[in-house]
């Protein structure tokens, strides 16, 4: 299957007027976990007399340092008011459309080595719905300070349209290098990694009341360091949380192995208690049926109101699929899958002869942690009461050291990826661009050239994106 798009990014003479152009079509229809797409045009023109880029004020403390706000800062004490506009951005490619808009690679001008996605919607475009979840996700990154989660460095409102300066991973996403993998899934060491990094980045989440709803392989993207980002807010809803130390019986655990990650085998010690802070939203509370259909929890399919469960069931689907390379209540449509999901059958783990590999304590530990996570009861499923605390408490995790969670050396599998990856920031429906960096940026004919008429795979063949989402 082919996917032709014609790209025109055009600057005015007198630099006061931005246009870009986007002209698509399909030849063929997409694979079973992806939507059709049709032929469609749309452009969008913005105005710099108008347009200035609102930022988000100074560095917050983990990207204090960041190169790319010391470029922001930069640019904005050469400008006579001290305000970003966009006309201090300079385009180099288009990267992706998302649910709601498009997605632009840039820098600024004149300051070379902070490359930023600018996330362009047209509120016009949008149902009164999903202009609600475009708000929802330009709130949440207008607050979150946290190094797994993208930072909002600038944010427009300009007539109809709204525009976000944000992150740039050059990793690609999670799912796009597992579908690169032998059996499309990664080793245990590899998906403990993931799972980790995951786990704090919704604590963090939970801990500020946002019930993230939307967690799958699509939505981790890779930074250029290896380490991942979370992305996608628009499906997220915001509850009260009241934070409390709890005491709690726990077994001392005595290290007996030790690996190059960090993490030994272990046996149990004596019995210890300890103090616990909590900060999970367990009241959170909607009826809204949102999210990818393979990775809809129980209660949201049944529609009898759902929260923060929903997240800690996502991601035992989420460690399920990273080690089998598929998810555990998958049908053969998708009415099967979720009738799959309501039911009161329980799913099952491949059988020895279904995968190239002999298990592992660390496997059947992994396991252990995902049955505990997929318990159709919200009640009774893990996480649900404390959160993140209890599930970093499981033996799938022993050896992680927390607060060091950012100093561990990716997997093997992110730094082989790096190699064969071209990068994207809206990714799950985005192909590797090939771009000749000659003459203006935004030129018809110099500058993009492999753009013009460039075929862009949006995932509808090789990474069978799971891209329809359900929003009612």
């Not at 509370?285 to 990775?295: A, D, I, K």
């Not at 209660?299 to 460690?319: K, M, P, Q, R």
């Not at 329980?346 to 252990?368: C, G, I, K, N, W």
């Amino acid at each position: 299957m082919e996917i032709e798009t014609t790209i025109f990014l055009t600057q005015s003479d007198t630099t006061t007027d931005l246009d870009l152009s986007f002209t698509s079509c399909t030849s063929t229809t997409s694979t079973d976990r992806t939507f059709t797409s049709s032929s469609a045009r749309s452009s969008l023109r913005l105005s710099f007399n108008e347009s200035r880029l609102s930022t988000s004020g100074s560095p917050r403390p983990h990207r204090k340092s960041d190169s790319h706000w010391s470029a922001i800062n930069a640019a904005t004490n050469l400008t006579p008011d001290g305000i970003l506009q966009l006309h201090h951005l300079k385009l180099l490619r288009h990267l992706g459309s998302g649910n709601f808009g498009k997605v632009f690679l840039c820098k600024l001008k004149d300051f070379d080595g902070a490359e930023f996605a600018l996330k362009v919607v047209d509120r016009d475009a949008l149902t009164s719905k999903k202009l609600s979840h475009v708000q929802m996700e330009s709130e949440i990154l207008s607050v979150v300070d946290h190094p797994f989660l993208p930072t909002l460095y600038a944010h427009l409102e300009v007539s109809h349209y709204t525009c976000m300066l944000m992150d740039y991973c050059s990793g690609g996403d999670l799912h796009s290098l597992l579908r690169r993998r032998p059996g499309n899934r990664f080793g245990v060491d590899a998906v403990r990694f993931f799972a980790s990094e995951v786990l704090v980045g919704l604590e963090y989440l939970h801990a500020i009341g946002v019930v993230y709803r939307d967690l799958k392989p699509e939505n981790i993207l890779i930074r250029e360091d290896g380490h991942i980002m979370l992305s996608d807010f628009d499906l997220c809803f915001k509850a009260d949380v009241i934070p409390t130390l709890q005491l709690i019986q726990t077994q001392n655990k005595i290290r007996t192995g030790f690996s190059c990650f960090g993490f030994g085998s272990t046996r149990e010690g004596t019995e210890e208690e300890l103090t616990q802070f909590v900060a999970e939203p367990t009241t959170a509370y909607s009826r809204s049926c949102v999210g990818t259909h393979e990775y809809l929890a129980p209660e949201l399919v049944n529609g009898n109101g759902h929260g923060n469960g929903v997240d800690w069931w996502a991601f035992g689907v989420f460690i399920y699929e990273l080690l089998y390379g598929r998810t555990p209540f998958k049908g053969t449509t998708k009415e099967a899958t979720l009738h799959n999901i309501a039911s009161s059958r329980t799913f099952r783990f491949p059988d020895a002869s279904d995968v190239a590999h002999a298990y592992d304590s660390m496997e059947v530990q992994a396991r252990d942690l995902i049955e505990k996570l997929l318990v159709k009861d919200p009640l009774e499923r893990l996480g649900c009461a404390r959160g993140a605390s209890d599930i970093k408490r499981h033996s799938f995790f022993d050896g992680i050291k927390w607060p060091l969670i950012r100093t561990y050396t990716p997997p093997q599998e992110v730094r082989m990826g790096r190699k064969t990856s071209q990068v994207c920031y809206v990714s799950r429906r985005v192909s590797p661009l090939k771009r000749k960096s000659e003459g203006r940026s935004w030129s018809l004919k110099s500058g993009i050239g492999n753009l013009i008429r460039s075929k862009v795979g949006f995932n509808f063949g090789n990474s069978k994106s799971r891209e329809e989402r359900f929003m009612f």
